[in-house]
T-cell receptor, first 112, second 110 residues
Framework: KAGVTQTPRYLIKTRGQQVTLSCSPISGHRSVSWYQQTPGQGLQFLFE???????NKGNFPGRFSGRQFSNSRSEMNVSTLELGDSALYLC???????????FGPGTRLLVL | GEDVEQSLFLSVREGDSSVINCTYT??????LYWYKQEPGAGLQLLTY?????DMKQDQRLTVLLNKKDKHLSLRIADTQTGDSAIYFC??????????FGSGTRLQVQP
């Protein structure tokens, strides 16, 4: 079974721009979570989606948003990018909210 | 909020046992996880333990939980060079690793 895939793997943007990252969960998985990893703050939970609804949200500003489609694929969007948004963005999927997550390789975003 | 602390670095020789420690603050944490991250890669779930357990063994991995002290440890027996990576401790109140430690970099010397 294929693992969690994230696209693109690498991305360079400039301050003020917006970016959309994509995550395809493992086949059959309906829950998708997003995490941000930075050297300074470590790994932080962004949000989680299940059946196209946001079920849980971390402590991030409203510039960070996400959505989930009917095929369970998920996208996250960051508007008005700041230098501090440079990070590795990890997506994780699970069969349901009650099951263990499996992580993708991440998208590395660099904001200049 | 929840806080999870780990030491930053551990160096061991190949064949020795490695013990990575973690402390957390929220006593209501029900699931405690260990993840491995190799350079340029995402997180790999190694193992997890429920808060009502004291120990879990999975091949070369042994997880010990001391709920009273809110202390979690991961022991890797017969450590190999392929075990060199960053190990993250994470906790959650459900099956969600919501709070992560800063990671322990394990260096295995031949």
């Amino acid at each position: 079974k294929a693992g969690v895939t994230q696209t693109p793997r690498y991305l360079i943007k400039t301050r003020g721009q917006q970016v959309t990252l994509s995550c395809s969960p493992i086949s059959g998985h309906r829950s998708v979570s997003w995490y941000q990893q930075t050297p300074g703050q470590g790994l932080q939970f962004l949000f989680e989606y299940f059946s196209e609804t946001q079920r849980n949200k971390g402590n991030f500003p409203g510039r960070f948003s996400g959505r989930q489609f009917s095929n369970s694929r998920s996208e996250m969007n960051v508007s008005t990018l700041e230098l501090g948004d440079s990070a590795l963005y990890l997506c994780a999927s699970s069969t349901s909210l009650a099951e263990t997550q499996y992580f993708g390789p991440g998208t590395r975003l660099l904001v200049l | 909020g929840e806080d999870v602390e780990q030491s930053l670095f551990l160096s061991v020789r190949e064949g020795d046992s490695s013990v990575i420690n973690c402390t957390y603050t929220d006593s209501s944490s029900t699931y405690l996880y260990w993840y491995k991250q190799e350079p340029g890669a995402g997180l790999q779930l190694l193992t997890y333990i429920f808060s009502n357990m004291d120990m879990k063994q999975d091949q070369r991995l042994t997880v010990l939980l001391n709920k009273k002290d809110k202390h979690l440890s991961l022991r890797i027996a017969d450590t190999q060079t392929g075990d060199s990576a960053i190990y993250f401790c994470a906790v959650g109140t459900g099956r969600r690793a919501l709070t992560f430690g800063s990671g322990t970099r394990l260096q295995v010397q031949p």
